[in-house]
């Protein structure tokens, strides 16, 4: 089993439906993270969380929302998604000290917003 | 902010030769990172870097880092086409532990 478990690996959503994206980490690591890749920007921090009861907006937060529901699970949620939502979200976890190779991807989540 | 710029953006190169990808960064710096991305997949952590100086190598790549120019270095010895694939470097700022990301380098080896 993998490490990082994004689910649904695929979706294709309609506009102002919502919609969740999961994932959840047997690596036993406290931080989380949510990011999305566009084609031509990299990947872009949505929202992270270092511990259960905190949770940080990264760069572009507007219209997410995220949960940590136990230290190895943390979703993300579109309230009502747009088409310009249309990308790829990974999920990834990095351990306290961040030591070599500590952060750690999921396979990623493909949503389609139409 | 951390603002973090990689070039070439796209990279075609032929089988047997050397290139190299540059990371600039524009603050302090904990750790550099570079992944791997193949279409469609996740991405493979391929080095750390920790200290100025750094230098890691694994088979055909080589990355180096120098914190005092807050640049980063790919660098591809003989190119096969095995090492086609986008390549990201990523940066941790000094006191936080999140990511900020280039926009990547699409390296196509040309046979």
């Known amino acids: 089993d993998a490490d990082v478990t994004q689910t649904p690996r695929n979706r294709i959503t309609k506009t102002g439906k919502r919609i969740m994206l999961e994932c959840s980490q047997t690596k036993g690591h406290d931080r989380m993270y949510w990011y999305r890749q566009d084609p031509g920007l990299g990947l872009r921090l949505i929202y992270y969380?270092?511990?259960?009861?905190?949770?940080n907006k990264g760069e572009i937060s507007d219209g997410y929302s995220v949960s940590r529901q136990a230290q190895a699970k943390f979703s993300l949620s579109l309230e009502s998604a747009i088409p310009n939502q249309t990308a790829l979200y990974f999920c990834?976890?990095?351990?306290?000290?961040?030591?070599?190779?500590?952060?750690?991807f999921g396979s990623g989540t493909r949503l389609t917003v139409v | 902010e951390l603002k973090v710029e990689q070039n070439p953006l796209f990279l075609s190169m032929q089988e047997g030769k050397n290139y190299t990808i540059y990371c600039n960064y524009s603050?302090?710096?904990?750790?550099l990172y570079w992944y791997r991305q193949d279409p469609g997949k996740s991405l493979e952590s391929l080095f750390v870097?920790?200290?100025?100086?750094a230098v890691k190598q694994e088979g055909r790549l080589m990355a180096s880092l120098d914190t005092k120019a807050r640049l980063s270095t790919l660098h591809i010895t003989a190119a096969v086409h095995d090492l086609s694939a986008t390549y990201f470097c990523a940066v941790v700022s000094f006191g936080n532990e999140k990511l900020t990301f280039g926009t990547g380098t699409r390296l196509t080896i040309i046979p």
């Open positions: 990834a976890t990095s351990d306290l000290s961040g030591t070599e190779y500590g952060y750690t």
């Open positions: 870097l920790l200290s100025n100086g």
């Open positions: 603050t302090t710096s904990d750790r």
């Open positions: 969380s270092f511990d259960v009861k905190d949770i």
